[in-house]
């Protein structure tokens, strides 16, 4: 048996002469498991919120998304961009076209950005599971409006008879004398409305064709949206396009759409660790003082090893196993405190978003790496924690002289 390790489980279990020693020592314990337990549930409920926030993101922006380089608008019928429908990988394909546009109904007007798309969009988003009332259907005259325009124009699905007229400006077409022969009209019902958040509330989904009537562009679209097949990588996919359209077009993926948004999620997470990393270096703080109180307790032992062949760097490595002894129970103990706590949340809803009875249960997300992550660095904390003590007492009392009386 490692005879370090023999001799650390020992001073760990056994019973001191000062009683301060083991209560010093189980704060340590307590102190360390409180700190991991707690880095395990909150990373655990951010996790869980991001996963929920991306999937509304995820049902407006598509997997992948083509855009012109320069300009606003192309043609979609470009050989190489009708070449993107012969990719195995690529199961669906969506024209859009986007602008702003005014809306009015009865005395309400506002501004709000016109989303054309074909068939194959809710197919490929999923979008209908965020229209919370009426239906998704874009057929004919019919539009879905966000929840900010609805709120505007005091409209929804059950004004089907009163229209909301749609104006966009024509393109070189200006009449000064008559400002509103420059606009273009269209008449559409509200079959439905959706909430997503703030940024997409103000969209309003149309047919794609209606779109281009409406903003004056017969032919063309001011994006492509594709959805990639299960199980296949996005990242192959994106890299297959670009090889086959040429770098006259700009290939994005979701975290590419959203760069700002995801790039947020990771320094909020990652400041939310350092935060709770601070917490747990101050809870390790107990640790020195058990470590120091023990080396001062023992120096009669020390002082048998070392007479009995134990080098001074053998003795240290004793208390500063006994140190990492400690944090390793605290580590074990707050993973699996925090990832039952985790499970229970997930299993049983205890927590809610909100008071509300039929609210949502708080988000929870458990994910490997972020374990690897926390022990890792834990344990970090812990050998440091553990060689302080050890290294400075050692220089105080682990002389050979000193074991001499």
Not at 271 to 280: A, E, Q
Not at 313 to 319: A, H, N, S
Not at 351 to 370: C, G, H, L, T, W
Request: hydrophobic content about 45%; aromatic content about 10%.
């Amino acid at each position: 048996m490692n005879f370090p390790f023999f001799i650390a489980k020992r001073y760990l279990i056994s019973k001191k002469s000062h009683n301060a020693i083991n209560i010093i020592s189980g704060i340590s314990v307590a102190g360390i498991c409180i700190g991991t337990m707690a880095l395990v549930i909150v990373l655990s409920a951010f996790n869980g919120l991001s996963d929920l926030v991306q999937s509304f993101y995820n049902s407006f922006d598509a997997e992948l998304q083509i855009t012109a380089k320069h300009g606003k608008t192309f043609d979609s019928n470009l050989p190489e961009i009708q070449r993107l429908k012969k990719i195995n990988n690529i199961v669906y394909f969506t024209e859009v076209m986007e602008g702003n546009a005014l809306l009015k109904f009865n005395d309400q007007q506002c501004i709000a950005t016109i989303k054309g798309v074909s068939s194959e969009f809710v197919k490929m988003s999923h979008f209908d599971s965020v229209v919370y009332e009426g239906s998704f259907n874009i057929s004919k005259n019919n539009i879905v409006i966000g929840k900010g325009v609805s709120y505007i124009l005091q409209t929804g699905p059950n004004d089907k008879f009163n229209p909301i007229s749609i104006y966009a400006p024509k393109r070189n077409n200006i009449n000064t004398l008559n400002p509103e022969d420059g606009l273009n009209e269209s008449k559409s019902y509200p079959s439905g409305i959706f909430s997503i958040n703030e940024e997409f509330d103000n969209y309003v989904i149309m047919n794609v064709d209606k779109a281009r009537e409406l903003l004056d562009y017969p032919n063309a679209v001011t994006s492509i949206e594709l959805g990639v097949s299960k199980g296949r990588s996005v990242d192959e996919v994106q890299h297959l396009i670009t090889d086959a359209i040429g770098d006259k077009f700009e290939i994005k993926n979701r975290e590419q759409q959203n760069a700002m948004f995801y790039k947020t999620l990771k320094t909020e997470k990652l400041w939310t660790f350092i935060i709770l990393i601070f917490i747990l270096v101050i809870a390790t703080f107990s640790v020195i003082g058990s470590l120091a109180m023990l080396i001062i307790e023992k120096k009669k032992d020390i002082g048998i090893m070392h007479n009995m062949g134990a080098d001074i760097k053998r003795i240290q490595k004793i208390f500063l196993m006994e140190g990492m002894l400690i944090t390793i129970i605290g580590v074990g103990v707050g993973l699996i405190l925090g990832a039952v706590i985790c499970w229970l949340q997930m299993r049983f809803s205890l927590v809610k978003i909100s008071a509300d009875i039929d609210a949502p249960a708080y988000p929870v997300n458990m994910i490997a790496s972020d374990f690897v992550k926390i022990i890792a660095v834990v344990l970090l904390i812990g050998f440091f924690a553990a060689w302080y003590p050890v290294s400075v007492f050692t220089k105080k009392h682990l002389k050979y002289n000193s074991f001499v009386k």
